[in-house]
């Protein structure tokens, strides 16, 4: 006969133990629209038995764990996914941005410009001594110039507005790293069950500083996170960490370059090695794509101005002047679509432009006029090879388009990634309310029955105890 | 990737993954429908975005070349104009001269032919001086300079003008001149082309050829100072006016008189020589032997000054465009006047020359006229070529693009729809039944 302790002990332990999972669920319903939360699940397992007269009697049953359903695998995916949505779309939406200054295909544009400066010269060649031609010349060369001036400013405001952004990630990143941090220490001074919440906030945040940059991350044994960014930068030591910092690069217009110091260690630049991530994708956009774009403007305004000034030098005005520059001398590309600008001897001065390319031709001759509205059609050295001025601009029109289709692929094709392993990560840890209501039914009859047990064992216990009576 | 378990939120992502990409589709679908084009950024499709611009600068530079291919064939058409007045003017200048060449034209009468020959004269000259939008046509880049003044009388080019002809492009490759050389066309001769005159088509004042072949010994024979000249200069089949000059001048600095400076120059179709501020040349003669016209055409018998230039009466003239229309016309009178019907008959030959001339020009501006038709009308056809590649590259079908949104449209409700019977049966969890 067993005791009938131990069939109370067992609906005793059935009712907590039935209770805990019930909880384990509720945790779960509540928590079916947390961000990064992972389902919980309630071990149970059966208590050691007691041995009494020979036989071995059950105690019950306990909770022995609960544990997070938690693919670590799916997760360094998701991660990984994350990153490379982060940098696809950061650079895709710059270079949209960038695109639309670009975008010529309506009635304006550099290209449009540069054709009506080159026939204003025609026109001047019909009628070489004509005010209004000369006047006509001047301002189509201004409008071309006012427009090589709006895109080279449009570049460089894009270049310091990602800079910007590149701040903020950079705090982001720092203010992810510090919460991390904190959840570490949490995690290790924790219950167990606290500790899974921690962790999921902890996962929840690794992921979203994976979207600013290429994370890592390794659990040690006492179960403490170490966040490793870029190529090797240890981000996140246990309770300790680095921090990302910012500083003004002289060798890079003083646009931002990215420091890091390790505790309060020198801080040293990081930027080359921090390679994807929206914080990559923004500097390949402020790096690369821009200074690519911004280097190329500057090549056409330095070749007009030196091919232009080449002929007009070398051709005489209506004052009987020769050696005079059309627009203001460069001695080097650099900086060229920011500074081109009319010369000081022709601005404002149409009688000061070379028409002619004699003095004796004066003021009827025109060869100086023709041979400069020829060159638009004239093969010039440029570093891409040998093009003419508007075959070298639709060039760099159609490399600007073609960045930007491919930046939106990569990053429709990498978030299309990211959903389906995102989904597939739902499949493994999201919350199924069905299979959590299925658990309540389950454990609200276990509970239900145990408590049963428990009236009966309390009724055998009361007949005992009034045996003798 | 095999479902294994279906919860809420990968539902609901499977949804909005769903919504979005219908919804971008539609939205993408929309575009060429309201602006009529398939490119409507620079990333819809890279690939074409070069050759698009390509033949947008093609299709403005073509306009540019349709303006100037006005422009040329207004001035052409102005300048022919007054080639035919010209030719119109000579025409009656025949008329008056066989008139006069009557004997029994009394003196009375001779001297209201010459008066009316004057009055054509003047006429002509006005022409020659025509001016289109205040430019003068005639005056080469001297555009401002009235080529043609009289003096005296003499009608001559403005020494201020030039012969230069100015082009314009009527394609990338293809010039064609705007103007005519007026100095070649009323005097016969050319500031440009002088200097290539080739000796063997030279003629005297009078229009007369000077007999000069090749094979001929020019004796260049003078002084310069108290030195004697004496050297020969070869005439070949090419030798131009500019080789004589040449030789000319060598010989001259060749004298033993303590300088090079002297000089013998192309200007205005005629040799001109310059002595330095020592020595004069005296006697300076060039002779073929036999040849009396040539001899007598080119013997300096003024003394040429220390620092002085020869006159242009001196001076050989070329045949290299024809007749001085305005000389001829002085002739002419003074033919009249002295009542010599052989020097009528020479300069009527001469007149006709002139006229020739004229017509030769009016002939190659007709051919001018004709390449600027052929030219405009390529341009055009380059043009229609041009808009249809572009309407190929840019422009939308829109029976294509309606039926693309319409199908996109369909296919975003049948999502919509979806998803709402999808969320509907997510909804049917057990808490609710």
């Known amino acids: ?469 | 990737m095999a479902l294994s378990r279906l919860t809420f939120s990968s539902n609901l992502l499977l949804i909005q993954n769903r919504l979005t990409s219908a919804a971008l589709k539609y939205q993408k679908a929309a575009v060429p429908a309201t602006t009529g084009l398939m490119v409507n950024t620079l990333s819809d499709d890279s690939s074409v975005i070069s050759h698009l611009f390509s033949l947008r600068a093609s299709s403005l530079r073509n306009e540019q070349f349709q303006r100037n291919i006005t422009n040329v064939t207004s001035k052409i058409q102005f300048t022919d104009g007054q080639l035919a007045q010209s030719i119109d003017v000579l025409q009656r200048v025949r008329e008056v001269t066989l008139r006069a060449n009557d004997a029994s034209n009394s003196s009375t009468a001779l001297t209201q032919l010459n008066t009316q020959l004057g009055d054509l004269k003047t006429e002509l000259m006005g022409y020659a001086n025509a001016q289109l939008n205040n430019r003068y046509v005639f005056s080469g880049t001297a555009t401002t300079t009235q080529p043609f003044t009289s003096s005296s009388g003499v009608v001559s080019f403005s020494s201020s003008a030039n012969s230069t002809i100015n082009s314009e492009y009527l394609s990338p490759t293809l010039t064609m001149a705007g103007n005519l050389d007026g100095n070649a066309l009323f005097t016969g001769t050319s500031t440009t082309a002088a200097s290539t005159a080739l000796l063997t088509n030279c003629r005297n004042s009078n229009g007369v050829s000077l007999g000069i072949a090749a094979g001929n010994t020019i004796t260049i024979a003078g002084s310069v100072g108290a030195t004697a000249v004496s050297t020969t200069y070869t005439v070949t089949s090419t030798s131009t006016l500019a080789d004589l000059a040449s030789a000319l001048q060598t010989a001259l600095r060749a004298v033993a008189d303590g300088d090079t400076t002297e000089t013998a120059t192309v200007t205005s179709g005629k040799i001109r020589v310059a002595t330095d501020a020592t020595n004069a040349i005296t006697n300076l003669t060039l002779s073929i032997s036999g040849n009396s016209t040539f001899n007598t055409a080119f013997t300096y018998s003024t003394t040429i000054a220390a620092g002085g230039n020869t006159a242009d009466s001196n001076a050989l003239k070329t045949a290299v465009d024809g007749e001085d229309i305005f000389d001829v016309i002085d002739d002419i009178v003074t033919a009249i006047s002295a009542q010599s019907p052989t020097d009528i008959a020479t300069h009527l030959a001469r007149l006709d020359l002139g006229i020739n001339q004229l017509s030769a020009a009016r002939a190659k501006v007709g051919t001018r006229l004709q390449q600027l038709e052929a030219a405009g009308t390529f341009i055009n056809q380059e043009d229609v070529r041009i808009s249809q590649d572009l309407s190929n590259l840019q422009d939308a079908p829109m029976d294509k693009v309606l039926s693309d949104l319409v199908t996109r449209e369909t296919a975003l409700r049948m999502v919509y729809s979806s998803s709402q019977r999808i969320l509907s049966a997510a909804n049917m969890s057990l808490m609710n039944n």
């Open chain 1, 1 to 469: 006969m067993g005791s009938s302790l131990t069939i109370f002990e067992s609906a005793i332990s059935a009712l907590g133990t039935n209770s805990q999972a019930l909880s384990v669920a509720g945790q779960n319903i509540a928590n079916v629209n947390t961000p990064g939360y992972s389902r919980q699940h309630a071990t149970l397992a059966a208590r050691a038995p007691q041995t009494m007269g020979g036989l071995e009697l059950g105690l019950g049953v306990s909770v022995t764990q609960i544990t997070r359903i938690f693919d670590q695998y799916t997760e360094r995916r998701l991660r990984d996914a994350n990153t490379s949505s982060g940098g696809a779309s950061a650079r895709y939406n710059q270079l949209a941005s960038i695109e639309g200054a670009f975008n010529e295909l309506g009635n304006d544009g550099i290209s449009k410009y540069m054709t009506d400066f080159f026939n204003s010269w025609h026109d001047l060649a019909d009628d070489p001594d004509s005010i209004p031609a000369r006047q006509n010349v001047l301002g189509k060369a201004s409008v071309l110039i006012d427009r090589i001036h709006s895109l080279d400013t449009t570049i460089r405001n894009a270049r310091t507005n990602i800079d910007g952004n590149i701040k903020d990630v950079v705090a982001k990143i720092n203010t992810i790293a510090a919460d991390i941090v904190t959840l570490n220490e949490k995690i290790k001074t924790s219950s167990s069950e606290e500790a899974l919440t921690f962790n999921d906030q902890r996962t929840q945040k690794v992921k979203e500083m994976a979207q600013y940059v290429n994370v890592t991350a390794f659990e040690s044994a006492d179960g403490v996170y170490q966040v490793y960014i870029g190529e090797g930068l240890q981000l996140v030591n246990g309770t300790g960490r680095g921090t990302l910092g910012t500083a003004p690069d002289s060798t890079n217009s003083n646009l931002t370059k990215i420091t890091f110091a390790l505790g309060s260690g020198t801080a040293s630049t990081v930027t080359s090695r921090l390679t994807d991530g929206e914080i990559y994708g923004n500097l390949t956009v402020r790096d690369t794509d821009l200074v690519t774009y911004q280097s190329r403007l500057n090549e056409l305004a330095y070749q007009i101005v030196t091919k232009v000034n080449t002929v007009h030098t070398a051709g005489y005005n209506l004052n009987s002047a020769t050696s005079k520059y059309f627009f203001t001398t460069m001695a080097s590309s650099t900086d060229a679509a920011r500074d081109i600008t009319l010369s000081s001897d022709v601005s404002g001065l149409p009688k000061a432009l070379a028409a002619a390319d004699a003095a004796g031709s004066l003021p009827g001759g025109n060869v100086a006029a023709l041979a400069i509205a020829a060159l638009m059609d004239t093969t010039v050295a440029f570093t891409t090879g040998n093009n003419t001025f508007h075959g070298f601009h639709s060039d760099l029109l159609s490399r600007v388009g073609n960045d930007a289709e491919g930046a939106k692929n990569s990053a429709e094709f990498s978030q299309s990634v990211l959903d389906q392993i995102a989904a597939y990560r739902e499949q493994v840890s999201g919350v199924s309310v069905d299979e959590e209501q299925i658990n309540i039914v389950k454990y609200q009859a276990a509970f239900q029955a145990a408590s049963k047990l428990v009236a009966v064992s309390k009724e055998i216990l009361d007949t005992l105890v009034h045996l003798g009576e």
